[in-house]
Structures are given as C-alpha cells and as structure tokens.
C-alpha cells in the first residue's frame, strides 16, 4: 500500500473514531473531502478484518471490534487487567453483586472483564459490549478526568443519545454530574443504562490518570440506595485504590 493510501486510511479511521454512532458514506467522504469512491474503496479493503462495521440496518459505518481485540493486547502490556483480576472475585464475593473492569477506548467504553456471583440475577450484559460514557457509571468515571471543555469535545457536533428514560441527555445536567463525580470520587448510574439495573464505579488510576473503571451493578430491587450507600461505595472504592496502587507503569 502507497503512503499515500495509509494516509488516507487513517483518516478514515479517525474520522470514524469521532463518531461511534456511525456516519453514512458521503457524510464520511464530506467530513474528510474525499472521493466517495475513494471512501468507499477503503471501507471495503477493511471490511472483511472487521476493522470496520457496517449497520445492515441505516447502512452507516463505525469502527469494528477488531480495535478492542488490539487494545485488549495493549491492556495486557499494562497489566491493569492482570492486576484487577486478583480482586474481581473478592469484591464480587463481598458485595453479593455482579463486578465489572472496564476502559475507555476512542469515545466509547468499553467493558472487558465481569465476574457475576454463582446465585442471583444474571445481567443482560455481554463481554465486549459497548456503551457511551454519559449512560454509564465506569463512563462517567472516564468523563470525570477531563475538562469541562474536554467534554465537550468529546459531543461536539452530536446529541446525547438516550437509553432510558433516566439517561443524562442535557449536557449542562451531565457536567454538573461529573463536577459531583469528581468531587466524591464515584459514580452512580440509576437505570441510565439499563432499565432496573444500578450501577455504581470507582477510577483506577496510574500516574495519576484514569486507566480503568472498577463497576458493581446489579438489579435495583438487591441494589437499593442504602445498599449502596452503606456497604458498595466503600468497598468499591477501597479496592480500586488497592488495585490502583498494585499498578506498575
């Protein structure tokens, strides 16, 4: 492949990667002042390595997963996951709920590890599943180490897309969130993702900065707010700081 065609795949790619809900082809060949033809021939070279995925539905194209299954490599140069692992089955155990590990990849989270405890609610949520930070708790926590104008950025040019009834979609209202996700160093997801689920997250960090986001979640009617409030935040929070302070750079 020519310079100049690499080029011109990653600006394909990083185009896509600023709009995970997907754009259509001449909204890509518009927004990158290609040819469609040239889009198009370049959509189709990465197609069949699922490096990127087309809605059989709207038509639009998105990133694939072949970029999770890259960055979970990465992930493992960096041992959050390896490290994380260690406390996934204590914490679970502890607090009687399903515990997930999850990063932010590009503007999407996305969830690689989770430990469900042997009796209970099965959650409707698979590995590899993908969520925008602003409906989810491990999300907010990602938002939570920007900036204001950071964040915006990240929605610049695009709505808040609703999940739920309860699912943040004023961005003025999720700043004020993630001011609040800030200053008590958790956050709090009430059926934004998923209807009849909470969730409640707590940063890992390294150097400082927000690598991974360590969740507990679980049904509304095991999950109550007192449950959360007495016995969840605390261990969640003491964990990651003990997983966060394992974490060798």
């Known amino acids: 492949m020519k310079l100049s065609s690499v080029h011109k795949t990653l600006q394909v790619i ?17 927004m990158i002042d290609f ?14 390595y699922n490096y ?17 299954e890259i ?31 999850s990063i932010l990849q590009g503007r999407v989270v996305v969830f690689l590890e989770r430990i469900s405890p042997p009796e209970g609610f099965s959650l409707p949520i698979n590995i590899d599943i993908t969520a925008e930070p ?54 709090l997801d009430d059926e934004e993702f998923y209807e009849g689920l909470r969730c409640v997250a707590a940063p890992i960090k390294a150097d400082g900065k927000i690598v991974a986001a360590l969740s507990i979640s679980g049904p509304t009617f095991s999950m109550t707010m007192e449950k959360i409030n007495k016995i969840l935040i605390g261990l969640l929070v003491e964990t990651a700081k003990e997983i966060s302070s394992k974490i060798d750079f």
């Not at 990083?14 to 259509?24: N, R, T």
């Open 71 to 101: 960055g979970r490599n990465i992930l493992k140069n960096i041992d959050v996951r390896q490290v994380a692992n260690n406390y996934l089955d204590k914490l679970c155990k502890e607090a009687k709920e399903t515990v997930h590990l």
């Open 35 to 48: 040819p469609k033809s040239t889009s198009h021939h370049i959509l189709r070279t990465l197609l069949p």
């Open 14 to 30: 990083e185009a896509l990667e600023k709009h995970p809900e997907g754009l259509s082809l001449s909204e890509l060949s518009r």
């Open 52 to 68: 990127i995925h087309q809605n059989l539905d709207d038509k639009k194209y998105s990133l694939g997963f072949r970029f999770i």
């Open 134 to 187: 602003h409906t989810c708790a491990g999300g907010k926590i990602f938002l939570s180490g920007l900036s204001p104008e950071e964040i915006k950025g990240v929605y610049r040019g695009r709505s808040l897309k609703k999940i739920t009834n309860k699912t943040i979609t004023n961005k003025s209202r999720l700043l004020e969130e993630i001011e609040t996700v800030r200053k008590q160093g958790y956050a």
